[in-house]
């Protein structure tokens, strides 16, 4: 089947770390995107890539970095300059056309700081 | 329609009730709007979508209307039950090369048995 897989599910940080998300599909889907969403509120972009190598910070970038080397990749790196990083994390793809389904999302890591 | 970190309003209803969540939407050149659910720890899902060229689109047992004069949305949901309570978004774009949806900020469904 065809989808799209974040890892891991559950995610623990100490204060000055960094740690990566992964988010992978298989859906041949050339653009990648990566939410926040914090308890009771909808959903906030932090960056997304349109195409392999390209990518554009979103709403609010600061303290996160991206990569994409692969079509299939786009992992989310939340650094030690994130002060707040407690949050639901959300990774879409979708085609370039949106019609047919928009986003396709993955089942989320909730990253906790300890 | 940016969701900027506001807090959800809710709508509850009771079971077998039909619900209608609304949503305006903010750019006049949108033409193409969707409706996602989102169930408590999982990512948002699918439910319907609707292009500027119609006002009216039937899924099973929900609606989309969309009021292009007012930039208005709204999803109903026919009968509904314990299985639709969720936070629902919508979501508008335009379909033209390649452009970003935009989320509204979601409306929690609660229904009561």
């Known amino acids: 089947d065809g989808g799209i897989t974040q890892s891991p599910k559950y995610l623990f940080r100490k204060e000055g770390q960094n740690v990566t998300l992964s988010c992978e599909q298989n859906?041949?889907?050339?653009?990648m995107y990566w939410y926040r969403q914090d308890p009771g509120q909808g959903l906030r972009l932090i960056y997304y890539s349109q195409i392999v190598n390209d990518f554009q910070k979103g709403d609010i970038a600061e303290g996160y970095s991206v990569s994409r080397e692969k079509k299939e990749s786009f992992p989310l790196t939340v650094t030690s300059a994130q002060k707040n990083p407690t949050a639901f994390y959300l990774c879409?793809?979708?085609?370039?056309?949106?019609?047919?389904?928009?986003?396709?999302f993955g089942s989320g890591t909730r990253l906790t700081v300890v | 329609g940016e969701s900027v970190g506001l807090h959800l309003p809710t709508l509850s209803v009771q079971e077998g009730d039909n619900s209608i969540i609304n949503c305006a939407y903010s750019n006049s050149a949108s033409d193409y709007f969707i409706w996602y659910k989102q169930e408590s720890g999982k990512g948002p899902q699918f439910i319907i979508d609707?292009?500027?060229?119609?006002d009216k689109r039937q899924g099973q047992r929900v609606t989309v209307l969309l009021n292009k004069t007012v930039k208005h949305l709204s999803l109903q949901i026919a009968a509904t039950q314990p299985g639709d309570s969720a936070v629902y978004f919508c979501?508008?774009?335009?379909?033209?090369?390649?452009?970003?949806?935009?989320f509204g900020t979601g409306t929690r469904l609660l229904v009561s048995p």
């Open positions: 979501a508008e774009a335009r379909d033209t090369g390649f452009q970003k949806l935009v």
């Open positions: 879409a793809s979708s085609r370039r056309q949106l019609s047919n389904y928009g986003y396709t």
């Open positions: 859906l041949n889907h050339d653009a």
């Open positions: 609707i292009r500027s060229n119609m």
